[in-house]
């Protein structure tokens, strides 16, 4: 991992072991099962009405480009997104380097009746406990991050607690680690965890090497309708977009220029 990686996953260690010892997992799994469950994976295993599924994302800053919408209401932005059509939303919950929070995730979620995706660093099976009781509906899961061994653990006790896995991969071999685990539906990332570069073309090049019943997912750099037309060329149908979103004045007009939706 680079540098910056590392950094963010060494707090990420210590952020967990906080929030554990002043609430222990036995008291939080007591809560895990306890939410309504809207299907995540399946809004997405096939094209929605207009041939595109779009995951919109909610958050306040990120690493390479710092704050984007710092005073961003997440109640205020789903409801938005959901008029806009879009078909699922994910919600940045890390604090220390996305300004996010689990209240971020609870409150959007209230506000409308669409699948929310928790996106954080998960390096804790606690942290999956956690999602559930906060009431997300999916987690993502980074095999960058991982072993072997910790993603299959963790796709299993999503099974368990009725979580969607979004599983995230940028390289070939990452690709092979997720399919060997299970993984279903792989977030393609065209941005590279170790440089931040992005490459749009990433995922289209990738997807070619998934295997029979994976969904796969373009993330980082979608801008405009033709990057869309040209992963769509590919058989990629889903997308998660954030930042072009989250800055817009319009996020609900843009939502359907990018699904190809007269407004």
């Known amino acids: 991992m680079s540098d910056f990686l590392t950094k963010i996953i060494d707090h990420k260690k210590a952020e967990v072991a906080v929030r554990r010892r002043n609430k222990p997992l036995a008291a939080v799994s007591r809560q895990a099962g306890s939410r309504h469950r809207r299907p995540f994976f399946d809004r997405l295993r096939s094209p929605g009405p207009s041939g595109v599924n779009i995951v919109a994302e909610i958050k306040r800053a990120s690493p390479s480009r710092g704050p984007l919408c710092p005073q961003l209401d997440p109640a205020a932005v789903a409801a938005r997104y959901e008029s806009g059509g879009a078909a699922a939303l994910s919600v940045l919950t890390d604090a220390a380097f996305f300004g996010g929070s689990l209240a971020d995730l609870q409150a959007a979620r209230a506000a409308c009746g669409l699948p929310v995706l928790r996106k954080d660093f998960i390096i804790s099976s606690y942290q999956l406990y956690e999602t559930a009781t906060a009431g997300a509906d999916a987690v993502l899961l980074i095999v960058r991050v991982l072993s072997p061994a910790q993603l299959r653990d963790y796709l299993a006790l999503c099974s368990e607690l009725a979580l969607d896995a979004l599983v995230e991969v940028h390289a070939a071999a990452e690709l092979e680690t997720a399919a060997a685990a299970g993984a279903r539906l792989i977030g393609i990332n065209n941005r590279n965890l170790a440089s931040f570069d992005t490459d749009i073309g990433h995922a289209v090049s990738l997807a070619k090497r998934l295997g029979p019943g994976q969904v796969p997912l373009a993330a980082s750099g979608?801008?405009?309708?033709?990057?869309?037309?040209?992963?769509?060329?590919?058989?990629?149908?889903?997308?998660?977009?954030?930042?072009?979103?989250?800055?817009?004045?319009?996020?609900?007009?843009l939502l359907k220029t990018l699904q190809g939706v007269p407004a």
């Open 222 to 253: 979608i801008a405009g309708r033709g990057d869309i037309e040209r992963n769509l060329a590919a058989g990629i149908f889903n997308f998660l977009i954030g930042e072009r979103l989250v800055k817009s004045a319009d996020p609900a007009g």
